[in-house]
């Protein structure tokens, strides 16, 4: 079983920038691809975007694409958010996930989406 534990969430107002990191338990096959998810309440569950922790390739929603950069370090158990230019609709709680390889190339973070593990989530709220 993968444990995943984010940090780093918090209150920023629009335009502001805040940077999320997410440790995972171990470097396996089941973190071959890490990503993150969010939800707003109300709102279903949705993937933000995914690493491929192989090769650092990375994929993003068009929403956040050109604001968001995922990244990983070099031991390869640890991704990072960088989210720039925040808008009050990024507000939500937001979860690192976890998932084989093959399930990296699934359109709009669907592998981690619904076949990852997740962490407890980390809150951020943008205001306007």
């Known amino acids: 079983q993968v444990q995943l534990k984010e940090s780093g969430g918090g209150s920023v107002q629009a335009g502001g920038s805040l940077k999320l990191s997410c440790a995972a338990s171990?470097?396996?096959?089941?973190?071959?691809?890490m990503g993150w998810l969010r939800q707003a309440p109300g709102k279903e569950r949705e993937g933000v975007g995914t690493?491929?922790?192989?090769?650092?390739?990375?994929y993003y929603i068009d929403d956040v694409k050109s604001r968001f950069t995922i990244t990983q370090d070099n031991s390869k158990t640890t991704v990072f958010l960088q989210m720039n230019s925040l808008k009050p609709e990024d507000s939500g709680m937001y979860y690192c996930?976890?998932?084989?390889?093959?399930?990296?190339?699934?359109?709009?973070?669907?592998?981690?989406?619904?076949?990852?593990?997740r962490g407890q989530g980390t809150q951020v709220t943008v205001a306007s």
């Open positions: 996930a976890a998932t084989t390889n093959e399930l990296c190339d699934i359109s709009g973070a669907g592998g981690i989406l619904k076949y990852g593990s």
């Open positions: 171990g470097f396996t096959e089941k973190t071959r691809c």
């Open positions: 690493i491929s922790t192989n090769d650092g390739r990375t």
